[in-house]
């Protein structure tokens, strides 16, 4: 079991950047593949960002690349996601997950460990 606590949501304006946190703990080892996923209100979860851990391959989704990396600190066992120029559509709960997969990091389905969420409000 992996335990993920995510921080560094809030309010911003649209433009701004934020930097969200996942803290891992656990059995780390067994989730090779990390992401982050985000839900709006009234919408399906989509994939947002995703990275491994052995090699920092990364995968982004076309509403976000460009303006969105996801990295992570090996020694700390936390993966962020440096979200820039910010937009109103952007607004939703951003989860951190843990996957025991290498590949496919895009779809929810193959992750096995999610954290709670933490809330990104984006204002026009």
């Known amino acids: 079991q992996v335990q993920l606590v995510e921080s560094g949501g809030g309010l911003v304006q649209a433009g701004d950047s934020l930097r969200l946190s996942c803290a891992a703990s656990?059995?780390?080892?067994?989730?090779?593949?990390m992401g982050w996923f985000r839900q709006a209100p009234g919408k399906e979860r989509e994939f947002v960002a995703a990275?491994?851990?052995?090699?920092?391959?990364?995968s982004y989704s076309d509403s976000v690349k460009g303006r969105f990396t996801i990295d992570r600190d090996s020694a700390k066992n936390t993966v962020n996601l440096q979200m820039n120029s910010l937009k109103p559509e952007d607004t939703a709960v951003y989860y951190c997950?843990?996957?025991?997969?290498?590949?496919?990091?895009?779809?929810?389905?193959?992750?096995?460990?999610w954290g709670q969420g933490t809330q990104v409000t984006v204002s026009s």
């Open positions: 656990g059995r780390t080892a067994s989730s090779p593949g």
């Open positions: 990275i491994r851990w052995s090699d920092g391959g990364t």
């Open positions: 997950a843990a996957s025991p997969s290498h590949y496919f990091l895009n779809r929810a389905r193959n992750y096995n460990n």
